[in-house]
Nanobody, 130 residues
Framework: QVQLVQSGGGLVQPGGSLRLSCAVF????????ISWFRQAPGKEREGVSC????????YYADDVQGRFTISRDNAANTVYLEMKNLKPEDTADYYC???????????????????????WGQGAQVTVSS
């Protein structure tokens, strides 16, 4: 059974750091990429970052580039999103997601297309506030 189980999130002050985890079950990260999305109240879900199957490629949204780092532990079948220098505008629900119909989903022009993803984590709330 395919599952994406998230952990992490919470309340942090501006400039602080958080780490999100996404443990996957039922498929292997050797072949499939994982993406992170976020959705702020009243806004559409948007792509944050992606790491390809095997971990050779990573992509970031412009507004998190240099502050967020995506990584993976294949042995643990887990993907991480390390978030530093958090800003109030980073406040949102964060989701990990997988497209198990396309091993090439994590590529430059396709990774942030929300409708393509067929499996989602349960979400984690991140609140950046003083």
């Amino acid at each position: 059974q395919v599952q994406l189980v998230q952990s992490g999130g919470g309340l942090v002050q501006p400039g602080g750091s958080l780490r999100l985890s996404c443990a996957v079950f039922g498929f292997t990260l050797d072949y499939y990429g994982i993406s992170w999305f976020r959705q702020a109240p009243g806004k559409e879900r948007e792509g944050v970052s992606c790491i390809s199957g095997g971990g050779g490629r990573t992509y970031y949204a412009d507004d998190v580039q240099g502050r967020f780092t995506i990584s993976r532990d294949n042995a643990a079948n887990t993907v991480y999103l390390e978030m530093k220098n958090l800003k109030p505008e980073d406040t949102a629900d964060y989701y990990c997601a997988a497209d198990l119909l396309n091993v090439q989903r994590c590529s430059a022009y396709m990774w942030s297309y929300v409708p393509a993803y067929n499996y989602w984590g349960q979400g984690a709330q991140v609140t950046v506030s003083s």
